[in-house]
């Protein structure tokens, strides 16, 4: 369990060697989900249905981006190049959620993301609040603030697509695969990165757990819209109706086995277009 | 701004300071109250506000004008 009274670590020094390679994958995977829901987001600053949605688009995209260089930053301190992380990765070097390896082709696909994926990354960070690692604690904070008003931008316009008959059809569809995803990315009940990460008392919590919480955000709105995926058992609680398998699983990259990043999306957050600027 | 079928107005009112008076600072339009939040705090974001709060325009009262609460020009009034 949690070594609660632990000592602290004020430093990447701090931390035994192991452990630190865990928590660099760690953050660097929630520093690359970040910078991708990122730009997810701004591809809807223009087309979004209304033009309040394409200001919160605008917003949730800055919100986003500033979160991931936060993290990028961070693991200088691991002994990285932030500029080499950012810039000259491969499609595979990539941490992300398949969920973000091309764009969703509709607005609801994008909603769906930005219920079900932006709450699972908050879920992640919430657990980092009280970590070892001290130098996550204000960082934390700050996220969790702003990702408040995704969470509200989310569950309204899943409302507001579920209102009809066909509506609820095409957020089925959407919503079905990404709820999977999702319950997926915390990964297997044991021993992987999350698991030994709780043990050592820099997160708060492991997969079943985080599982849990997010299914206690996420469930009531999916269940409200009218879909069969949540359910709430006597105790209250809330879980899904559908059983996890862990068939092409990757735990090291925390997503399905294989794929990667399109082209598209990674030339476009690479920034190749600007490779002159950043030879200065 | 835009407007779809199924939407609503919703007043914002904020303050920078807990001694200060709640203002209305502006408008926007939402189905729900949900994404009312969202658009209120992620468009009126110039000021770090101590409290930012919406409500339906549905849900004011006119006391001594016989036109629309926040109803901007007489042109509009007619």
């Not at chain 1, 936060?70 to 990539?94: C, S, T, V």
């Not at chain 1, 999916?222 to 899904?240: C, F, I, T, Y």
């Not at chain 2, 919406?54 to 926040?70: C, I, S, T, Y």
Request: net charge negative.
């Amino acid at each position: 369990m949690s070594p609660i009274n632990a000592a602290g670590f004020r430093t990447a020094d701090d931390v035994p060697e192991e452990l630190r390679a865990d928590l660099k994958a760690l953050l660097l995977s929630l520093a690359d989900n970040k910078r991708l829901l990122g730009m997810r987001y701004a591809e809807w600053l223009l087309g979004a249905p209304t033009l309040e949605a394409g200001i919160a688009c605008s917003a949730m995209a800055q919100d986003e981006w500033g979160h991931s260089r936060i993290l990028y930053a961070m693991l200088k301190n691991f002994g990285e190049d932030p500029g080499q992380l950012e810039h000259q990765r491969e499609a595979d070097q990539y941490l992300n959620s398949e969920l973000l390896d091309e764009p969703p082709g509709e607005w609801t696909g994008l909603v769906v993301l930005n219920l079900l994926l932006d709450a699972a990354l908050s879920i992640q960070f919430e657990s980092l609040k009280d970590s070892r690692f001290e130098p996550l604690h204000y960082k934390v904070r700050k996220v969790l603030e702003e990702e408040r008003f995704h969470f509200e931008h989310g569950r309204g316009w899943i409302a507001r697509i579920a209102q009809t008959f066909a509506g609820r059809e095409v957020l089925e569809e959407a919503l079905t695969p990404v709820w999977i995803s999702c319950l997926r990315w915390f990964g297997v009940p044991d021993g992987e990165l999350i698991a030994r990460l709780a043990d050592a008392g820099v997160a708060d919590a492991g997969p079943d757990e985080l599982r849990a919480r997010w299914l206690d955000r996420v469930g009531p709105i999916v269940h409200q819209a009218g879909l069969g995926l949540a359910e709430q058992d006597e105790g209250g609680a809330w879980r899904s109706t559908v059983e996890l398998d862990w068939l092409d699983w990757d735990g090291s990259r925390r997503r399905s086995g294989g794929g990667s990043l399109d082209s598209e999306t990674l030339a476009a957050v690479r920034g190749d277009k600007n490779r002159a600027m950043l030879m200065d | 701004m835009g407007h779809l079928s199924g939407e609503h107005l919703y007043e914002i009112f904020a303050r920078q300071k807990r001694e200060d008076r709640l203002e209305h600072i502006g408008t926007v339009s939402a189905p729900n109250p949900a994404l009312a939040r969202a658009y209120a705090w992620q468009t009126y974001d110039e000021q770090k506000w101590f409290e930012m709060i919406v409500a339906p325009r549905e849900a004011f009262e006119a006391v001594n004008r016989d036109e629309q609460p926040f109803t901007l020009s007489p042109a509009e009034a007619r």
